[in-house]
Nanobody, 125 residues
Framework: QVQVAESGGGSVQAGGSLRLSCAASGRSISTYVVGWFRQAPGKERDFVASISRSGGSVQYADSVKGRFTISRDNAKNTVYLEMNNLRPEDTAVYLC??????????????????WGQGTQVTVSS
């Protein structure tokens, strides 16, 4: 089974940018649909973006459309989340998740079998 680990989080001011990475090990990420989720303290885990195995299809939450870009490099076994024009409400722990069985791009967390530990993103006003 695959293991995934996030990196790239940090603290930025509003309007800034960060690029998160989700590095896979144990198996090739190319056979997995990958999603990014985020969870703020006391709140539910929310869908952010997902990407198909080839990278040809992507999906975004309305709250991040036009600001975030999900991409993948299967040769590097890594999925990325480029985040621009960050807002204080983007502050959360960001988690990547992978699933090998999905035939579409899931937005529900329960559809993903493998999860990383998360990376903290803090946006100050």
């Amino acid at each position: 089974q695959v293991q995934v680990a996030e990196s790239g989080g940090g603290s930025v001011q509003a309007g800034g940018s960060l690029r998160l990475s989700c590095a896979a090990s144990g198996r090739s990420i190319s056979t997995y649909v990958v999603g990014w989720f985020r969870q703020a303290p006391g709140k539910e885990r929310d869908f952010v973006a997902s990407i198909s195995r080839s990278g040809g299809s992507v999906q975004y939450a309305d709250s991040v459309k036009g600001r975030f870009t999900i991409s993948r490099d299967n040769a590097k076994n890594t999925v990325y989340l480029e985040m621009n024009n960050l807002r204080p409400e983007d502050t959360a722990v960001y988690l990547c998740a992978a699933d090998s069985t999905a035939t579409y791009l899931p937005i529900r967390a329960y559809r993903y079998a493998y999860w990383g530990q998360g990376t903290q993103v803090t946006v100050s006003s």
